[in-house]
């Protein structure tokens, strides 16, 4: 049984840092193209940033290139969105997700993605 789970969410003033974690079970994160995404009260889900399992080559979302960096650590099957200069506009749960269907890029769309785990909750704000 697949099973993703997020750590790492909570409060935190706009301009500081959040690590969040996905850990990994029934799969290994390196076979697959893997994600995180978000989504907002109101808003529908985005793809904030994704690493593919061929090259580890990255994408990241305009909004929040500079300040995450996404990873992924194959000794723990984990993967990690270091998050900095935090802005309230980052407020949302966040998702992480694994792509069954591994290409040599990885995609921002979340229909793309077969495995999600429950979400975590980051909110910014003073």
């Known amino acids: 049984q697949v099973q993703l789970v997020e750590s790492g969410g909570g409060l935190v003033q706009p301009g500081g840092s959040l690590r969040l974690s996905c850990a990994a079970s029934?799969?290994?994160?390196?076979?697959?193209?893997i994600g995180w995404f978000r989504q907002a009260p109101g808003k529908e889900r985005e793809g904030v940033s994704c690493i593919t399992s061929s090259d580890g080559s990255t994408y990241y979302a305009e909004s929040v290139k500079g300040r995450f960096t996404i990873s992924r650590d194959k000794a723990k099957n984990t993967m990690t969105l270091q998050m900095n200069s935090l802005k309230p506009e980052d407020t949302a749960v966040y998702y992480c997700?694994?792509?069954?269907?591994?290409?040599?890029?990885?995609?921002?769309?979340?229909?793309?993605?077969?495995?999600w785990g429950q979400g975590t909750q980051v909110t910014v704000s003073s």
């Open positions: 029934g799969l290994t994160l390196l076979n697959y193209n």
């Open positions: 997700a694994a792509d069954n269907l591994v290409g040599p890029m990885c995609s921002k769309h979340s229909y793309e993605y077969d495995y």
